[in-house]
């Protein structure tokens, strides 16, 4: 009978190094080569698979002296430099833009409803009785819409026909022969020559 060998397959990209990502070292950092030469890191806690093939090809006490190694290396190279924009920064500039569009919006509401209260104050406006165009300023969203509806209110108080008393309080119509009926007809009106 011949005695048949297992040897362990090879599952990974080749190990380089490893180093100890906590002081009680219980997870390690991998480095692993390709093929192509290019590389990359991995994390192994213990008693994992990664674990278990790292410590198959080195021992603890060469993860100390890569560890040592690569501390002594970024000590060398003094202490880093914070970004231009840390994460932190950035993270500051977001929060005060939101809020200062917040504010914006905010402001923007309160010229809006500043705007319908002076609106209603104008007696054309107050006095009207076209529910319409009182309501429709109301919901108005933007200050073009509430000037255009207070000038729409105000012309018709001016082309509208108006009833008065006159002297013997009967109630009669003034400006109906004068005045058209409706905005349109204001507008397509061709003016008379007045020689």
């Known amino acids: 009978m011949s005695e048949e060998t297992t040897t362990k397959e090879w599952t990974h990209d080749t190990m380089i190094e ?101 609106a209603f104050e104008i007696p054309e406006v107050r006095d009207s009785e076209n529910r319409e165009l009182r309501s429709r300023i109301r919901k108005s969203k933007s200050l073009t819409e509430i000037s255009a509806l207070v000038a729409a209110l105000i012309t018709l108080s001016v082309i509208e026909p108006k009833a008065k008393e006159n002297d013997e309080g009967e109630q009669v119509l003034t400006n109906v022969s004068v005045t058209p009926n409706t905005i349109g007809e204001v507008a397509n009106e061709v003016p008379k020559d007045e020689n």
């Not at 390690?28 to 890191?41: A, G, M, N």
């Not at 190694?69 to 500051?92: L, N, T, V």
């Not at 977001?94 to 409803?113: G, H, N, S, V």
């Open 18 to 118: 490893g180093l100890w990502r906590t002081g009680e070292k219980q997870e390690i950092s991998i480095l692993y080569e390709r093929e192509d030469k290019s590389r990359y890191s991995g994390q192994a806690v213990k008693d994992s698979r990664e674990w278990k093939d790292f410590f198959f090809k080195f021992t603890p006490e060469q993860v100390d002296q890569f560890t040592d190694a690569h501390r002594a290396a970024r000590e060398a190279m003094g202490p880093r430099r914070p970004r231009p924009a840390s994460d932190q920064q950035q993270i500051q500039k977001r929060e005060d833009k939101q809020l200062l569009e917040r504010k914006k919006a905010a402001d923007e509401l309160e010229t809006l409803f500043r705007a319908k209260l002076e």
